[in-house]
């Protein structure tokens, strides 16, 4: 379950009722139970086992998953996350890995649009091309 609690909603009731809940049975089967979650913009990274799991929060789509090569008695422990500069780190028994994020937003906008979320779309993107698409999608709504 995730979603924004912000200090102004936490006396709403609406809070619970607005988060949105992520179920196990969406994604890859696993025999693992997840260890670490870490969140950024736009996404949830999450530590299964062996396997990193990134899903976009706007749609529960799975955007990336791939089973971390690890050495012998080597186990990955959890994520941390330094929210001030935008790094993510994966950490075992025996090492560190920084997990780089780069142009998150690139392809986000196409949740935001399936969503009704235009002008947060033309907001996280640059390419005028983009810009046409998501006035046509708005322009078809209205």
Do not use: C
């Not at 196990?24 to 086992?49: C, D, W």
């Not at 959890?78 to 790094?87: F, M, P, Q």
């Amino acid at each position: 379950m995730f979603g924004d609690i912000s200090k102004n909603r936490i006396k709403s009731k609406k809070n619970f009722a607005e988060l949105k809940f992520l179920i196990n049975l969406e994604l890859p089967e696993s025999n693992h139970k997840f260890k670490s979650i870490a969140l950024t913009k736009y996404h949830l990274l999450l530590l299964r086992g062996q396997e990193l799991l990134v899903i976009n929060k706007l749609n529960d789509e799975l955007v990336f998953h791939q089973i971390l090569p690890v050495s012998e008695g080597e186990r990955l422990i959890g994520i941390s996350a330094d929210y001030l500069k935008s790094t993510y780190w994966i950490y075992s028994n025996l090492n560190i890995y920084e997990i780089t994020v780069s142009d998150e937003e690139k392809d986000i906008w196409r949740a935001m649009v399936a969503n009704g979320n235009y002008e947060d779309a033309l907001a996280v993107t640059r390419d005028e091309e983009v810009k046409d698409v998501i006035h046509s999608k708005q322009g078809d709504y209205y």
